[in-house]
C-alpha cells in the first residue's frame, strides 16, 4: 500500500500570503495518479488538482501543483480568505489512499 | 450536471451490517467510469473505502476488503456498499463519489456524506 505523508500538518498564514504545501509518497507514484482536494467544514471534498499539476473546473490559478516521483507540491500563490481549509493529496493506482491533510489557518 | 445522493440508516449496532446507497442523476451510470466510497471519522481524514466499475469489476481497501461489499445496480442508476460486522470504528461521514481513472485518475463529483454511528 503506498502511504502519502503530507506537511506540514497545520500552516498559519495571513491572507496574500503564499502557501507551500507537501505531499511525499512511500514510493513511486505516477503523476496521472495524484490529486489534490480540498475540504472546508461540514462540507465534502472538493477537487483542485488532478494529474499532478491540472486545475480542475473552475479551480482559481491562484492554485497549482507540481512534483512527480515520491514528492509533490500544492501551491496557492496569494491567500483568499476562502482558501483557509483543509487540504488532501491522494493517490489512486488500482486501489488508493490519501494524506492524513494539512490544516491552512488564518494567522 | 451530475450529483449523487448517499442513503441508508443514520445508526447501526455494533456487529450488524452497514448499508448504504449512491443516487446518481446527470449522467447514466452504464456509460462508463468507475464509482466509489470513501468516509472520514469525526475530526478525522478520509479513508477510500473500494470503488466499482458499471460492469461490476471492484477494488477495495485491504484494511477493510474481508467487511466490503459494493455493487451497482444500472437499472436504478444507483451504486450500494455493505459494510460487516461494524464497530465503534465505523462511525463516519460517508461519502460517494464519481472516479473517473483515465487519462488521469481524479474524484470528480461527490455527495455530500451521510454520517452513520454505529452505537447499541
Known amino acids: 500500500e503506498i502511504v502519502l505523508t503530507q506537511s506540514p500538518g497545520t500552516l498559519s498564514l495571513s491572507p496574500g500570503e503564499r502557501a507551500t504545501l507537501s505531499c511525499r509518497a512511500s514510493?513511486?507514484?505516477?503523476?496521472?495518479?495524484l490529486a489534490w482536494y480540498q475540504q472546508k467544514p461540514g462540507q465534502a471534498p472538493r477537487l483542485l488538482i488532478y494529474?499532478?499539476?491540472s486545475r480542475a473546473t473552475g479551480i482559481p490559478d491562484r492554485f497549482s501543483g507540481s512534483g512527480s516521483g515520491t514528492d509533490f507540491t500544492l501551491t496557492i500563490s496569494r491567500l483568499e480568505p476562502e482558501d483557509f481549509a483543509v487540504y488532501y493529496c491522494q493517490q489512486y493506482a488500482n486501489s488508493g489512499t490519501f494524506g492524513q491533510g494539512t490544516k491552512l489557518e488564518i494567522k | 450536471q451530475v450529483q449523487l445522493q448517499e442513503s441508508g440508516p443514520g445508526l447501526v449496532k455494533p456487529s450488524e451490517t452497514l448499508s448504504l446507497t449512491c443516487a446518481v442523476s446527470?449522467?447514466?451510470?452504464?456509460?462508463?467510469?468507475?464509482w466509489g466510497w470513501i468516509r472520514q471519522p469525526p475530526g478525522k481524514g478520509l479513508e477510500w473505502i473500494g470503488s466499482i466499475h458499471h460492469s461490476g469489476s471492484t477494488y477495495s481497501n485491504p484494511s477493510l476488503k474481508s467487511r466490503v461489499t459494493i455493487s451497482v445496480d444500472t437499472s436504478k442508476n444507483q451504486f450500494s456498499l455493505k459494510l460487516s460486522s461494524v464497530t465503534a470504528a465505523d462511525t463516519a461521514v460517508y461519502y460517494c463519489a464519481r472516479l473517473a481513472v483515465v487519462p488521469e485518475t481524479k474524484f470528480d463529483y461527490w455527495g455530500q456524506g451521510t454520517l452513520v454511528t454505529v452505537s447499541s
Open positions: 514510493q513511486s507514484v505516477s503523476s496521472s495518479y
Open positions: 494529474g499532478a499539476s
Open positions: 446527470g449522467y447514466s451510470i452504464s456509460s462508463g467510469y468507475y
